[in-house]
């Protein structure tokens, strides 16, 4: 399999374990994030130690200015395109009625307008190859709503929507769009949790544990594996939870 992929926000978590499972495929692997220059050194390091070209490029998904750069550096070194995996994200907890008005704007971009803009700029080069392959990583909050999370619960929502919609406006081009939901997943993103809080979460979950970003990634490879038939789907992977 040699194909080209970019992972947004793959210095670490969900975006990382994704980034070493296609490296492992044999493709060739964009990672990026929008800070954390080390920590995206140390993944491009990993993913070229499993014998994958890598590029790492950091900017921010949120800015339409950043991705444009983004991509023309993809298409600089790799050329277009074959899959995207929109995996950026960013959480916060409060309530809805705490949220600075620059907060808001800085989750809705880093977590549903970083799809537009990927989708945007990757869409042109899937069409001229009439194949192509797009998974958002979303929520189960996007499908059901959390409180204290009600703005990442919107954006998920919105990611979850324009899957299904692009999906449709997709298929005739052979370009196939699917979202991962995701439940509780082991990462910095739940570092936040008092041990209690980690154990009344677990609790909750009929499969007793959080997933593993291992198996994120794993879901993400098979669907880009899977029947070209398979489009507008929002898959949940949540042990059982919601
Ligand atoms: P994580 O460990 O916090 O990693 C997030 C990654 O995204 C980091 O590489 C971060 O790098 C990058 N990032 C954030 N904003 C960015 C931006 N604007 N531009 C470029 N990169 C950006 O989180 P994770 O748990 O792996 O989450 C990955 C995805 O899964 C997110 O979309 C999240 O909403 C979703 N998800 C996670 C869970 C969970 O329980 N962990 C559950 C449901 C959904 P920098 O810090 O350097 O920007």
Same mark, same amino acid.
């Given at each position: ?14 975006? %990382? ?7 492992? %495929? ?217």
């Amino acid at each position: 399999m040699s194909k080209n992929v970019l992972i947004t926000g793959s210095s670490r978590g969900i975006g %990382e374990a994704i980034a070493l499972k296609y490296a492992r %495929e044999g493709c060739q692997v964009v990672i990026n994030c929008r800070s954390s220059e080390q920590a995206l050194a140390s993944v491009q390091k990993k993913v070229e130690a499993l014998g994958a070209r890598c590029l790492a490029v950091r900017a921010d998904v949120g800015n339409r200015n950043d991705c444009i750069r983004l991509f023309q550096e993809i298409e600089g070194s790799f050329g277009p395109l074959d899959i995207l995996i929109n995996n950026a994200g960013i959480s916060q907890i409060g309530l809805l009625q705490d949220m600075e008005f620059e907060e808001w704007d800085q989750l809705i971009a880093s977590n549903l307008s970083s799809v537009f803009h990927c989708c945007k700029l990757a869409i042109p080069g899937m069409v001229r190859k009439q194949c192509g392959k797009i998974i958002n990583i979303s929520s189960v909050w996007g499908v059901c709503g959390a409180s204290c999370e009600a703005a990442y619960s919107a954006s998920k929502g919105g990611v979850n929507a324009l899957t299904r919609a692009l999906a449709k406006e997709l298929a005739p081009s052979n370009i196939q769009v699917n979202a991962v939901a995701c439940g509780a997943i082991d990462t910095d993103m739940n570092r936040f949790l008092s041990p209690g809080e980690r154990e009344a979460l677990l609790m909750e979950i009929p499969a007793g544990r959080m997933g593993r970003p291992e198996e994120a990634a794993e879901l993400v490879f098979r669907l880009t594996e899977a029947p070209s038939y398979l489009t507008g789907q929002v898959i949940r992977l949540d042990g059982g939870w919601i």
